[in-house]
């Protein structure tokens, strides 16, 4: 498959295609005489993995490291439920940090309606 093929059925831009390769998330792609890039379907499949990991939170650093413990093999859940645990720790984090400054916002939107607007004073802290 050319690379366009191979951007289309995944979802994804040419770019992308070109930069998974160059991080490791795609094996290096065998070259035709011209140079053209040539992938095998599995490529597809693996990009759309990689999204799908990215979208469960996971860097692009922590994909290429699980596809990597995959492609050694003996990869389990048992031995990469700790990758999961992870993203889950990161996006509790991210949340907390989210409900904080909400919690601010409210505040501030609160004393603007009571006429005791201290939107100037936040931006001073």
Request: net charge neutral; proline share 2%.
């Amino acid at each position: 498959m050319k690379i366009g093929q191979v951007a289309a059925e995944a979802g994804v831009s040419v770019d992308t295609v070109r930069f998974y390769e160059r991080r490791g998330v795609l094996p290096a792609a065998e070259r035709r005489p011209s140079g053209y890039r040539v992938f095998d379907a599995a490529a597809v499949e693996r990009i759309r993995f990689a999204k799908g990991l990215q979208e469960l939170g996971f860097t692009l650093d922590e994909v290429v490291d699980a596809l990597a413990a995959h492609d050694a093999g003996g990869a389990t859940c048992e031995s990469e439920r700790w990758r999961l645990e992870a993203v889950v720790e990161r996006i509790d984090a991210k949340l907390a940090e989210l409900a904080e400054a909400r919690r601010a916002a409210v505040e501030s939107l609160e004393g603007c309606r009571t006429g005791h607007c201290r939107f100037g004073q936040a931006l001073l802290r």
